[in-house]
């Protein structure tokens, strides 16, 4: 088992890449299939998908180590200059980005500008896990970040698009979204596995002990995490196969300003992180809850507001297709920087 694990991580970015290569076959191919998966929605949620997700999430998060996490207060400083580059820098880079390379395309500039006003609370989990990124910080941030979303989203959105936008010269664009359905989003995608997680601690645990835990549930259940992932892409490009194949310039547009975004939310945060001392695990960990976004919320958001078949729509969906192959090469450029560091 264990030659199986190793020979799974070895070719992990193979396994994804092929994976993404399967859903846009399936999805072109057999057209029937999101009608196929859409009967299975309720609301804005996809069951697959969220179930995927859930399983993805559920492994990292019962590594983490509830007790620890107060820790990471300790350093304010760098907690503070995390939401600052997560919650100030970041939507405003997603703005200027959008604005300047989508200003032609006003529908998938919207959608993307409601992508970037929310820090990744899922899979952002599973790219921190994969590159050593230190659970417990990654657990906090998360944290703060999903009560920041239930409390100021609806704010943030409001003042990009009603306000921001027209300074740029562009028609402000209206978006209501109850309080109600970002707190069932964000303890759908966050609250479900973290609150499972934390019953499996408590409770085998204290029927077998720590030990066993440690040495035995944790190295049954990781493989979970890849098989959802894997699972999880594969349904995510299925869905849109179809269009990737027949309009895919619309699918570049929209991938070129987002792959910027990672990039330099990841840069950015690592070596500034670094600079403050921190050590690669937090470093990693720092990065990664930067650089991504929540895109179940800003899918939710822009299929609730403008409809499942408008620009803003496709844009939430294309956001996770990209994502995923863009944080899982910055999960080895993590490595590597680990090395050379």
């Known amino acids: 088992m264990k030659l199986k694990l190793n020979f799974i991580d070895r070719f992990l970015t193979l396994w994804i890449f092929l994976s993404m290569t399967i859903g846009v076959a399936i ?12 009967q299975f929605n309720r609301g804005t949620v996809n069951i697959p998908l969220a179930i995927g997700l859930i399983l993805m999430m559920y492994p990292p998060l019962c590594k983490v180590e509830l007790q620890k996490i ?29 604005t300047l390379l989508l200003r032609d395309y006003p529908n998938y500039m919207v959608g993307l500008i409601i992508i ?35 409390l100021f989203y609806s704010s943030y959105a409001y003042f990009y698009l009603e306000i921001m936008l027209p300074l ?11 309080f109600q359905d970002i707190f069932q989003t964000v303890f759908l995608y966050l609250g479900v596995p973290f609150i499972l997680a934390m019953l499996s601690r408590y409770i085998l645990i204290r029927q077998k002990g720590a030990l066993w835990f440690r040495t035995k549930f944790l190295p049954k259940i990781s493989p979970i995490t890849l098989i959802a992932l894997l699972f999880t892409i594969v349904v995510m490009f299925s869905l849109k196969g179809n269009l990737i194949v027949t309009i895919p310039l619309d699918v570049i547009r929209i991938a070129i300003p ?3 975004f990672f990039v330099v939310m990841f840069f950015l945060m690592f070596f500034v992180s670094k600079a403050m001392g ?22 939710a958001v822009a299929i609730g507001v403008f409809g499942i078949n408008s620009g803003e729509a496709f844009a939430g969906v294309i956001g996770p297709l990209v994502e995923v192959p863009a944080l899982i090469l910055l999960v080895k450029a993590a490595l590597a920087l680990k090395k050379k560091f």
């Open 278 to 299: 921190a050590t690669y695990e937090e470093t990693a960990a720092l990065s990664f809850t930067a650089s991504g976004n929540n895109f179940e919320l800003a899918i």
């Open 116 to 150: 970037g006003l929310a820090p990744c609370i899922a899979m952002v989990i599973v790219w921190s896990d994969l590159a050593g990124g230190k659970r417990e910080l990654t657990a906090g941030l998360i944290g703060i970040n999903s009560i920041l979303q239930v």
């Open 27 to 38: 999805g072109y191919f057999i057209p029937e299939t999101p009608s196929f998966i859409h």
């Open 258 to 260: 987002l792959s910027i």
């Open 70 to 98: 107060p820790q990471i207060f300790t350093n304010s400083k760098m907690i503070w200059v995390s939401l600052f580059i997560t919650w100030i820098v970041g939507p405003l880079l997603m703005f200027g980005l959008a």
């Open 168 to 178: 740029f010269g562009i028609s402000a664009i209206e978006v209501d979204i109850s």
